[in-house]
């Protein structure tokens, strides 16, 4: 999650028009590898 938050926050910055937008981009992909790394701990 916090790898989402990061990513989030840099797309905001890069789309300075639509940050939240980035935000919420960010933080479902961070999401989404959080849920990868769970199923499959032997990405980490």
Known sequence: ML???ALGFAI?????DKPF???LIGVA???LV???ARK???KR
């Open 3 to 5: 790898l989402g938050a």
């Open 12 to 16: 905001g910055v890069t789309t300075v």
């Open 21 to 23: 937008t980035g935000l």
């Open 29 to 31: 992909l961070g999401a």
């Open 34 to 36: 959080g849920l990868a």
């Open 40 to 42: 499959d701990p032997r």
